[in-house]
Protein backbone atom coordinates (compact mmCIF):
# COMPACT_ATOMS: atom_id res chain seq x y z
CA UNK A 1 0.00 0.00 0.00
CA UNK A 2 2.24 2.84 -1.54
CA UNK A 3 0.50 5.76 1.01
CA UNK A 4 3.98 7.67 1.76
CA UNK A 5 3.48 10.10 -1.04
CA UNK A 6 0.37 11.36 0.39
CA UNK A 7 1.51 12.53 3.41
CA UNK A 8 0.93 16.02 3.96
CA UNK A 9 1.55 18.83 6.40
CA UNK A 10 1.42 18.27 10.05
CA UNK A 11 -2.42 18.42 11.15
CA UNK A 12 -3.80 18.19 7.62
CA UNK A 13 -7.20 16.01 7.64
CA UNK A 14 -6.67 13.25 5.65
CA UNK A 15 -9.49 12.91 2.35
CA UNK A 16 -10.87 9.89 0.78
CA UNK A 17 -12.09 8.84 -2.31
CA UNK A 18 -14.47 5.62 -1.36
CA UNK A 19 -15.52 3.15 -3.76
CA UNK A 20 -19.00 2.14 -4.16
CA UNK A 21 -19.30 -0.69 -1.90
CA UNK A 22 -18.36 0.69 0.85
CA UNK A 23 -21.17 3.63 1.37
CA UNK A 24 -21.61 3.24 5.12
CA UNK A 25 -18.17 3.54 6.02
CA UNK A 26 -17.83 6.86 3.61
CA UNK A 27 -21.09 8.18 5.78
CA UNK A 28 -19.25 7.55 8.83
CA UNK A 29 -16.07 8.75 7.77
CA UNK A 30 -17.93 11.98 6.66
CA UNK A 31 -19.30 12.05 10.83
CA UNK A 32 -15.61 11.66 11.53
CA UNK A 33 -15.26 15.25 9.47
CA UNK A 34 -12.79 13.77 6.34
CA UNK A 35 -13.83 15.06 3.37
CA UNK A 36 -15.59 11.74 1.65
CA UNK A 37 -15.91 11.24 -2.15
CA UNK A 38 -18.66 8.44 -2.40
CA UNK A 39 -21.01 7.23 -4.97
CA UNK A 40 -22.23 5.10 -7.54
CA UNK A 41 -20.97 6.94 -10.22
CA UNK A 42 -17.14 6.37 -8.70
CA UNK A 43 -16.02 3.52 -10.17
CA UNK A 44 -13.01 1.92 -11.52
CA UNK A 45 -11.14 4.46 -13.78
CA UNK A 46 -13.58 7.56 -12.17
CA UNK A 47 -12.70 6.60 -8.71
CA UNK A 48 -8.87 6.62 -9.94
CA UNK A 49 -8.74 9.72 -11.92
CA UNK A 50 -10.23 11.35 -8.59
CA UNK A 51 -8.32 10.31 -6.56
CA UNK A 52 -4.59 11.10 -8.06
CA UNK A 53 -5.89 14.51 -9.02
CA UNK A 54 -7.51 15.01 -5.79
CA UNK A 55 -4.70 13.51 -3.56
CA UNK A 56 -7.21 11.24 -2.17
CA UNK A 57 -6.93 7.93 -0.38
CA UNK A 58 -9.25 5.19 -2.03
CA UNK A 59 -10.72 2.67 -0.04
CA UNK A 60 -11.80 0.04 -1.87
CA UNK A 61 -13.40 -3.59 -1.56
CA UNK A 62 -12.60 -3.53 -5.49
CA UNK A 63 -10.45 -6.71 -6.06
CA UNK A 64 -10.34 -6.11 -9.90
CA UNK A 65 -9.15 -2.15 -9.23
CA UNK A 66 -6.23 -3.57 -6.80
CA UNK A 67 -4.67 -5.04 -10.16
CA UNK A 68 -3.56 -1.46 -11.50
CA UNK A 69 0.11 -1.12 -10.81
CA UNK A 70 -0.40 2.24 -11.53
CA UNK A 71 -2.79 2.33 -8.25
CA UNK A 72 -2.46 5.75 -6.43
CA UNK A 73 -2.38 5.20 -2.87
CA UNK A 74 -4.97 2.69 -1.79
CA UNK A 75 -6.37 0.79 1.18
CA UNK A 76 -7.66 -2.40 0.30
CA UNK A 77 -11.14 -2.61 3.37
CA UNK A 78 -11.26 -6.50 3.94
CA UNK A 79 -14.21 -6.76 5.83
CA UNK A 80 -18.07 -6.43 4.89
CA UNK A 81 -18.78 -4.83 8.40
CA UNK A 82 -18.61 -1.16 8.92
CA UNK A 83 -17.12 -1.39 12.52
CA UNK A 84 -14.36 -3.35 11.21
CA UNK A 85 -13.90 -1.31 8.46
CA UNK A 86 -13.36 1.85 10.84
CA UNK A 87 -11.37 0.19 12.94
CA UNK A 88 -9.14 -0.76 9.55
CA UNK A 89 -8.82 2.85 8.35
CA UNK A 90 -8.23 4.44 11.88
CA UNK A 91 -5.25 2.10 12.16
CA UNK A 92 -3.85 2.89 8.72
CA UNK A 93 -4.33 7.00 8.86
CA UNK A 94 -5.50 9.35 11.22
CA UNK A 95 -9.20 9.49 11.61
CA UNK A 96 -9.88 11.47 14.81
CA UNK A 97 -8.06 14.73 13.87
CA UNK A 98 -11.26 16.18 11.92
CA UNK A 99 -14.06 18.10 13.64
CA UNK A 100 -16.68 16.24 14.15
CA UNK A 101 -19.92 16.52 12.45
CA UNK A 102 -18.61 19.35 10.26
CA UNK A 103 -19.20 17.64 7.11
CA UNK A 104 -23.06 16.96 5.07
CA UNK A 105 -23.68 13.46 5.49
CA UNK A 106 -25.36 13.01 2.24
CA UNK A 107 -23.66 15.27 -0.13
CA UNK A 108 -19.98 15.85 1.59
CA UNK A 109 -20.32 19.58 1.44
CA UNK A 110 -18.65 21.41 4.59
CA UNK A 111 -21.35 22.93 7.22
CA UNK A 112 -22.19 26.61 8.11
CA UNK A 113 -23.57 28.08 11.17
CA UNK A 114 -27.45 28.51 10.40
CA UNK A 115 -28.78 31.75 12.12
CA UNK A 116 -31.67 30.84 14.65
CA UNK A 117 -34.34 32.97 13.10
CA UNK A 118 -33.28 31.69 10.00
CA UNK A 119 -33.97 28.08 10.92
CA UNK A 120 -37.77 28.31 12.58
CA UNK A 121 -39.30 27.63 9.51
CA UNK A 122 -36.71 24.48 8.47
CA UNK A 123 -37.40 22.43 11.70
CA UNK A 124 -40.03 21.25 13.50
CA UNK A 125 -41.23 23.57 16.37
CA UNK A 126 -39.81 21.35 19.06
CA UNK A 127 -36.45 21.07 17.71
CA UNK A 128 -36.62 24.81 17.29
CA UNK A 129 -37.67 25.50 20.83
CA UNK A 130 -34.67 23.52 22.13
CA UNK A 131 -32.26 23.50 19.85
CA UNK A 132 -29.43 25.89 20.58
CA UNK A 133 -27.59 26.41 17.47
CA UNK A 134 -27.86 24.87 13.97
CA UNK A 135 -25.48 24.10 11.01
CA UNK A 136 -26.97 23.76 7.06
CA UNK A 137 -25.59 22.39 4.07
CA UNK A 138 -24.77 24.72 1.18
CA UNK A 139 -25.24 22.11 -0.93
CA UNK A 140 -28.24 19.90 -0.60
CA UNK A 141 -29.56 22.77 2.09
CA UNK A 142 -30.07 20.19 4.68
CA UNK A 143 -30.39 21.67 8.88
CA UNK A 144 -28.56 19.81 11.04
CA UNK A 145 -28.28 20.54 14.63
CA UNK A 146 -26.85 18.73 17.89
CA UNK A 147 -29.27 15.74 19.24
CA UNK A 148 -29.81 12.49 20.61
CA UNK A 149 -28.64 11.10 17.75
CA UNK A 150 -25.25 12.81 17.94
CA UNK A 151 -24.53 11.17 21.35
CA UNK A 152 -25.42 7.72 19.54
CA UNK A 153 -22.88 8.32 17.28
CA UNK A 154 -20.25 9.91 19.38
CA UNK A 155 -20.74 6.24 21.72
CA UNK A 156 -20.87 4.11 18.95
CA UNK A 157 -17.42 5.94 18.18
CA UNK A 158 -16.58 5.47 21.09
CA UNK A 159 -17.11 1.82 21.17
CA UNK A 160 -15.11 1.27 17.90
CA UNK A 161 -12.35 3.08 19.87
CA UNK A 162 -11.96 5.81 17.53
CA UNK A 163 -13.10 8.67 19.89
CA UNK A 164 -13.56 9.59 23.70
CA UNK A 165 -16.79 9.71 24.22
CA UNK A 166 -17.94 13.16 25.36
CA UNK A 167 -19.46 13.63 28.36
CA UNK A 168 -22.25 16.56 29.12
Not at 25 to 30: T, Y
Not at 37 to 58: F, M, P, Q, S, W
Request: aromatic fraction near 6%; charged fraction near 30%; include cysteine.
Amino acid sequence: MPMAELEGKPGEVQRFAVDWMLGRLARWLRILGHDVVYGRHLRDRTLVDCARRERRLILTRDTRLLRDRNLPPHLFIASDHFRDQLRQVSAAVPVGAAPLLTRCLDCNRALDALPRERARDRVPPYVWDTAPRFLVCGGCGRVYWPATHRAHMLRELAAIGIVREERP
